[in-house]
């Protein structure tokens, strides 16, 4: 008799055995499947139960607390990754865990602009926001305030009341690829560290500098003439040249785009009236170099300013032909022979 009950206490807790791995495993079956992804993100620092539980409010597995047992006893789940997934229903219990531990997040969407060398600040905030890349109110007035920026190389830029936009020139030329919906305030971070790259990678920068008793600030002005005022790339260092050439014999520089600098529509042609403006940056009216760049120069026009090419020419006009070249001259006299020449060939 005694054996009779001990058998069917046997059976009884087998049946439950059974009946309790037959629930288990209905839980750990793949809930119903989906073409729908869901798209969930697995915050940083987020442990194991939280995850499980976190799964289970998503709809990818029917029960937390299996998926917990099934980590620990496979001794799994220490190495899920932080992101943004997009998991279909009906994945199992493997593949999710295959999933996050191998980062396996969705690729963030981006966004590609491009900034044209010798673009000025005003010009970039126009583009950019009109390519809903950044907010043109903002952009301009984070331009004067390089402090809210922690880019090593515009620390000890100078901030004066005179210039236009403190940020002028410092915003490099390039295409950009970054983060859909990056601010305003990341756009232009990136723009600086860009700059400070490429600058960086100037042999012996400082050493040049120092020779030629010029601050970078100084260096980028000169440098923004040149890209406002050169098309064709091999006589960069020529003009830039010139440029020196007039510091030199304090001569006032009389560069047409420091004027058009000043307005906010470029003109095709400038007018005497124009040429008298009131404004630090008017060269027609002012000594030396205006107080700061006057557009984004590229690396080609750094380097020209930084390396100008050695001549006596002291005047320059361009050409009429269509090569959007120059014709240099020593002297006054020759300079008005060579516009007679330029108006000849139109």
Excluded: C
């Excluded at 000890?156 to 295409?175: I, K, S, W």
């Excluded at 006299?333 to 108006?343: D, L, V």
Aim: proline letters at 5%; hydrophobic letters at 40%.
């Amino acid at each position: 008799m005694k054996g009779k009950v001990i058998g069917s206490l046997l059976l009884v807790l087998l049946l439950l055995a059974v009946g309790a791995g037959g629930y288990i495993w209905s839980l750990m079956r793949p809930v119903q499947a989906s073409s729908e992804p869901v798209v969930f993100e697995i915050k940083s620092g987020a442990g194991t139960s939280q995850i499980a539980d976190q799964l289970q409010q998503e709809g990818l597995i029917r029960n937390s607390l299996v998926f917990k047992g099934y980590l620990k006893w496979n001794k799994l789940g220490g190495k899920f990754m932080a992101g943004t997934y997009a998991m279909n229903p009906g994945v199992t219990f493997d593949e999710i865990i295959h999933k996050l531990n191998s980062g396996d997040v969705v690729p963030e969407e981006m966004v590609k602009f491009t900034i044209p060398e010798g673009y000025t600040v005003l010009q970039m905030a126009d583009k950019l926001s009109a390519e809903g890349i950044v907010d043109k109110k903002e952009f301009l007035k984070l331009a004067n305030e390089p402090s809210a920026f922690d880019v090593e190389i515009i620390k000890n830029m100078p901030v004066d009341e005179e210039m236009r936009y403190a940020l002028e020139g410092y915003l490099f030329p390039e295409t950009y690829e970054m983060k859909k919906g990056s601010t305003t305030h990341e756009v232009m971070q990136r723009m600086l560290e860009e700059f400070q790259t490429r600058v960086n990678s100037i042999p012996d920068l400082q050493a040049k500098l120092e020779e030629k008793k010029l601050s970078l600030h100084e260096l980028l002005t000169i440098a923004s003439l040149v890209e406002r005022e050169v098309v064709v790339d091999k006589e960069r260092a020529l003009v830039a040249g010139v440029i020196y050439n007039r510091i030199k014999e304090d001569m006032k520089l009389e560069i047409d785009a420091t004027v058009q600098y000043l307005l906010d529509k470029p003109k095709a042609r400038l007018l005497f009236k124009d040429l008298k403006v009131e404004s630090p940056y008017n060269t027609y009216l002012n000594k030396g170099l205006p107080p700061g760049p006057i557009a984004s120069p590229s690396l080609a026009s750094i380097k020209a300013a930084l390396s100008p090419e050695a001549s006596e020419y002291l005047f320059y006009v361009t050409k009429k032909d269509g090569t959007s070249g120059h014709l240099f001259a020593k002297t006054y006299k020759e300079h008005e022979q060579n516009i007679a020449k330029s108006k000849a060939a139109q």
